[in-house]
């Protein structure tokens, strides 16, 4: 074991510790499906499938007197309402956090 300067911890060395390799790779992975999800999610948002996102607006607006509308998001983006660009956006998102997440806990070990 080796000091580290910068935390005054404990850390393995490089020599001898597999965890820098699996956390790297476990990092990556989650990246690369990530990026993945968010595609295949950009794709079904351009195609005009509602996502989470949309979904919640749709009920939002359906429902009366509710304050949960995405429309400011849509704002963000020039749109004056929630519209295509603002649901892309969302759902991109959407993909890429569940993408990433999935992988990540999927690969993660343990100690």
């Given at each position: ?19 820098a ?74 993909g ?8 990540f ?7």
């Amino acid at each position: 074991m080796v000091r580290s300067p910068a935390a005054s911890v404990l850390v393995p060395s490089m020599k001898s510790s597999l965890l820098a390799f699996v956390l790297s790779s476990s990092l990556a992975t989650a990246a690369v499906v990530g990026l993945a999800c968010a595609a295949a999610t950009l794709a079904l948002a351009l195609s005009g499938r509602a996502l989470v996102g949309g979904t919640v607006h749709l009920i939002a607006e359906a429902s009366q007197g509710s304050q949960v509308v995405l429309t400011p998001l849509g704002r963000l983006v020039g749109e004056p309402d929630f519209g295509p660009v603002s649901a892309a956006i969302l759902g991109t998102g959407e993909g890429l956090l569940f993408g990433a997440g999935l992988a990540f806990g999927l690969t993660r070990r343990p100690k």
